[in-house]
Structure formats: structure tokens, C-alpha cells
């Protein structure tokens, strides 16, 4: 009888550097401009990594990205913190189904309240708790703390050079130049 030993896991693969990543695509696509890729290719990375950041800091705070958004969006509408399910499910994208599974999920953990609209009973107003502005203002520290760091080796006029071409970029892709 012969015995089953256990395959050793292969070692996990680690990400290519840039430069590795951008030889390999020159090598297969010549007419590759080496400074876009070097560009985009950071920005797709870094974009990556600060999702993760910002991920594991919700996650230490016990909400989802997507209650972050919620919650975020009701506090761009400005103080009470109050929007109807439609305008959230409209600003985030959802469906009202989506929407309202959302809202119920998070009206169960104290971060919002659903009631009915006083002037038209037919209306729900979704509502930031204290508890929601709270966990709210926690990942604004964190996320602040995080953004200082990541920036903490550029200088003010650095950041804002910075800041501006990035603003240039969104403004091409996103239609505005």
C-alpha cells in the first residue's frame, strides 16, 4: 500500500516590477511608449495597493467599502446627513434593491436610520447615526494618517505638481479637457 504524501505548495509568485513588466510588454509589443506604461502602470498598481490599505482600515472599524460609501455620501449631502434611498442608490450606482438590502444592513448595525418622511409619508429619508458619523470620521483619521505617510517623502510643491497633473488626467478621461 503506497502512502499519500502532500504536495509542497508552490512558493507564492510575487508581482514583477515595473521595469519587469514593462520589458516583457516591449518584448512582446514594440510600439509600447515606455514612459505611458511606466505611468499608467504605477497608477494602476499604487490604485491597487490603496484600496487594500483602505480595505484592511474598514475592516478594523467593522464596515464594508460599501457602507463606507454610504456613509459618505450622506455626509457630502451636508448636515441633518439625510438622503431618500433612490438619490443613494443613484449616487453609488445601485439598484433600489441593492440599495435597500444595503440600507437594512446597515440600519441593523446603527449606522443609519430609515423613517418615513413627516412631510410625505410615502418618502423614506435614510438618516447617518451618531454611531455612523463616528465610524465615518475614524476612517477619515486612518485614511489621513495612511495619506501622510504615502506622501511624506514629497515636498509641498511636489504634492501639489502632483496633484495637478493627476487632476489633468481625470479631466481627459472623464471628458472635461
Known amino acids: 500500500m503506497s502512502e499519500t504524501q502532500a504536495q509542497p505548495s508552490p512558493a507564492p509568485t510575487q508581482e514583477p516590477t ?3 513588466l514593462i520589458a516583457a510588454y516591449q518584448r512582446e509589443y514594440r510600439d509600447l511608449d515606455p514612459q505611458v506604461e511606466k ?6 498598481r499604487l490604485n491597487r495597493r490603496m484600496n487594500v490599505a483602505y480595505g484592511r ?12 460609501e ?23 450606482g445601485l439598484t433600489p434593491a441593492a440599495m435597500t438590502h444595503r440600507i437594512d444592513r446597515m440600519a ?5 436610520t430609515r423613517d418615513r418622511d413627516e412631510n410625505n409619508r410615502v418618502r ?3 438618516e447617518l447615526t451618531d454611531e455612523g458619523r463616528s465610524k465615518w470620521l ?40
Open 18 to 20: 515595473l521595469d519587469e
Open 39 to 44: 505611468v499608467v502602470s504605477s497608477l494602476g
Open 57 to 68: 482600515q474598514l475592516a478594523d472599524l467593522g464596515i464594508s467599502n460599501a457602507e463606507w
Open 70 to 92: 454610504v456613509l459618505k455620501h450622506l455626509v457630502l449631502a451636508g448636515a441633518p446627513y439625510r438622503l431618500g434611498p433612490g438619490e443613494l442608490a443613484k449616487r453609488l
Open 108 to 112: 441593523g448595525e446603527g449606522l443609519v
Open 124 to 126: 423614506v429619508i435614510v
Open 138 to 177: 475614524e476612517a477619515m483619521r486612518m485614511a489621513t494618517d495612511f495619506e501622510a505617510d504615502l506622501l511624506q517623502d514629497l515636498t509641498p510643491d511636489e504634492r501639489g505638481v502632483l496633484g495637478d497633473l493627476l487632476i489633468r488626467l481625470l479631466d481627459r478621461i472623464e471628458g472635461r479637457s
